[in-house]
């Protein structure tokens, strides 16, 4: 790995039981960087995160971050890394408070945001800091799962479709809160079928075809592409 590199994944494959569903994933991540993940459903984008993170069955390949092999590692020897992973379904726990939930992960690492900081970051969640998990809104509730796993001091952040079925509004807030987060040095890796969302934050766009790395675009070349990626997506 070069210095910049914080995440290097090299001819990923990745099993459910019999099913083969990655095969043979390439990428690369630099310190400070976003790149998106885009594709159809059931390309294995979301495999690809849940794999980096150990949540699939039998990996092999070579997962590399910061460094450090994890191909063999369990997930929360993956967490102390300093990985966050904030899952499509979100795993707000209903019966606590939003503080609560937000206190809920263990620190992995010594640069994680206050919860102070994270109000300010987030002022809806500071608003309903005693409110019960089931009382939040969709937008909340994501917001509070991506606070919560800043709040564990991860620097390589594993987010999986945060815009879905959220507001305008609440959208418009996390591309800001992303766009902060790269200004502070994270590095992130975002799947999302949004295009409008993901496509200004990422440095670059990595296309996932049959569990497969199928193209590279840069940020810079966006524009030539899009025909591609209209016809790949149906933008």
Request: net charge neutral.
């Amino acid at each position: 790995m070069t210095a910049t590199e914080y995440l290097r994944v090299s001819d990923l494959h990745a099993f459910y039981g019999e099913s083969h569903v990655l095969h043979g994933i390439d990428f690369t991540v630099r310190r400070g960087e976003c790149v998106a993940l885009l594709g159809r459903n059931g390309a294995g984008r979301t495999t690809t995160l849940r794999a980096l993170m150990g949540l699939t069955g039998r990996r092999t390949g070579s997962i590399m971050i910061n460094g450090r092999e994890a191909i063999a590692m369990a997930p929360h020897r993956i967490a102390q890394l300093g990985v966050g992973y904030c899952p499509e379904e979100r795993g707000i726990y209903a019966s606590l408070s939003a503080e609560e939930n937000l206190l809920l992960l263990p620190q992995v690492g010594s640069g994680g945001m206050s919860v102070a900081a994270l109000y300010e970051m987030f002022p809806n969640l500071a608003e309903r800091r005693h409110s019960q998990g089931t009382r939040l809104s969709g937008g909340e509730q994501q917001m509070l799962a991506l606070a919560r796993i800043l709040r564990t001091g991860a620097r390589l952040l594993l987010l999986d479709e945060i815009s879905e079925g959220l507001a305008p509004v609440i959208v418009a807030r996390l591309a800001e809160v992303i766009a902060e987060l790269k200004r502070r040095d994270y590095t992130i890796v975002l799947v999302e079928q949004n295009f409008r969302f993901a496509a200004p934050l990422a440095d670059r766009m990595f296309v996932v075809e049959h569990g497969q790395i199928a193209a590279e675009i840069a940020q810079h070349e966006l524009a030539a592409r899009m025909p591609y990626l209209q016809e790949l997506l149906g933008l």
